[in-house]
């Protein structure tokens, strides 16, 4: 592993480690450290540094209703899928957008306020872009699991019972 990826995964694991820490863990120097994390942001490869949120505990979130909408597009001739998916991705309802191989071809994570909201998000604004085929949206109801980060606190007893 070489030093850009090593500092690389200290940081996707806690981005608060100090340039100090991470000149410790990697036997590199502090200015090496400093320069190489410069880079990487310079290079576009570190986009943001941010904090995980669990949304059932943060309750300004925990009302929020969170949608995942599935899009059959119509790509444009010379701009591919490309020049829809920016039209998409500067709606502030959406927090996510990818590119999708199967029955769909894109996949967007919205959020509203209420249900109301992300209903008419999808039906005046979204489903009328010129391109888009159909849309089928599904509400997220709970969060288990999401990149990497497990939401759930484990507190079940998951022994099995014995009988006398």
Known sequence: MNKKEEILDLLRENARLSVEDISAMTKQTVDEVRSIIKSLEDEGVILKYAAIVNPEKDSS????????????????REHGFDALAERIYRFPQVKSLYLMSGGYDLKVVIEGDTLLEVAAFVSRKLSTLSGVR????????KTYKENDVLYVEDELDRREGVMA
């Open 61 to 76: 979130a925990k009302e929020k209703v969170r949608a995942e909408i599935e899009i059959q597009v119509t790509p444009e």
């Open 134 to 141: 159909s849309t089928k949206t599904h509400f997220l109801l």
